[in-house]
């Protein structure tokens, strides 16, 4: 079999290239949060964000959607995320414009997209509360040494354990934990 000649594989070369730096833009491109709140349904969750306790960062920059919810370990995972998440939500978007979403539902999913390096990237001592100025409590301390295997083997990660962080879909917010932020929201009138 004869190789193929050098200005074959100089335009092969030129092409994939060109596909990587294309590539690489449109994954930049989609993973801003003006991009996800380019659809009408994902507002909510920006409102609902806008009054939670991470609504900011520790340095006082708002967080955006990409720095919970694409994982950032991982090339494979992340774009398996972003393909995942990206037709889900596109055909949502364009197959049902009318319906609100369904939020219980997807609730499982979107917490299987959270990947915990995104929460340990700000949250990275888990002896002390959020703020970093203060121990955890006896359980958090002892729920964050079985998720480290010091005590046991966790089954589940971050968002397991910490539901509604940064949103609150009216059906939890009947649950006791979930109260301060419900007011809030209320307060914000969301």
């Not at 920059?61 to 990409?66: A, F, K, L, P, R």
């Not at 398996?80 to 609100?100: F, Q, S």
């Not at 968002?159 to 940064?166: E, F, I, K, S, Y």
Request: proline residues 4%.
């Amino acid at each position: 079999m004869q190789f193929p000649s050098t200005r074959v594989l100089k335009i092969g070369g030129i092409a994939l290239a060109i596909f990587v730096v294309l590539a690489s833009a449109g994954v930049h491109y989609s993973s801003k949060t003006a991009f996800c709140l380019s659809c009408h349904e994902m507002r909510i969750y920006q409102e609902e964000q806008r009054a939670s306790a991470h609504a900011k960062d520790a340095k006082g920059n708002d967080i955006g959607c990409s720095q919970c919810h694409i994982p950032t370990g991982n090339i494979v995972r992340m774009l398996g995320a972003k393909g995942w998440m990206g037709i889900k939500d596109l055909w949502v978007h364009t197959m049902y414009p009318d319906e609100p979403l369904q939020r219980a539902e997807m609730q499982p999913i979107a917490r299987r997209f959270t990947d915990d390096a995104n929460c340990r990237k700000c949250h990275a001592d888990l002896a002390k509360n959020a703020k970093g100025n203060a121990p955890i409590s006896e359980e958090g301390r002892l729920a964050h040494d079985n998720y480290l295997g010091k005590n046991g083997q966790a089954r589940s990660g971050c968002v397991g354990c910490h539901h509604n962080l940064a949103h609150l879909p009216s059906f939890d917010a009947r649950i006791p934990l979930n109260q301060s932020f419900a007011l809030k929201l209320k307060e914000n009138k969301l």
